[in-house]
């Protein structure tokens, strides 16, 4: 993510009240974020779609691994039926 995105988004969420920005005083300037009492609200769900999320994603790599070794089965049987006299 591009750091103009990830600023924007941060402002969305900003303006939204999801999360809170404190300026530093640095140089250069710079910001701080923290979450809201309701972005803080919001952490429960957002963590729950996350495991749902990491969940289904092993899920499909279990499914892509399956089929690759029914490929590979495929191709050794095929294989082996060329080479046979």
């Not at 996350?50 to 590979?72: C, P, S, Y």
Request: hydrophobic letters at 40%; proline letters at 6%.
């Amino acid at each position: 993510m591009s750091a103009k995105v990830l600023s924007g988004r941060l402002k969305d969420m900003e303006d939204k009240g999801i999360v809170i920005r404190a300026v530093m005083a640095t140089s250069p300037p710079s910001a701080e974020y923290s979450l809201s009492p309701l972005g803080q609200e919001l952490l429960p769900a957002i963590n729950e779609i996350a495991r749902i999320g990491h969940r289904l994603q092993l899920q499909q790599n279990e499914e892509k691994a399956e089929n690759t070794e029914n490929t590979d089965m495929v191709f050794d049987v095929a294989a082996s039926h060329l080479s046979s006299p």
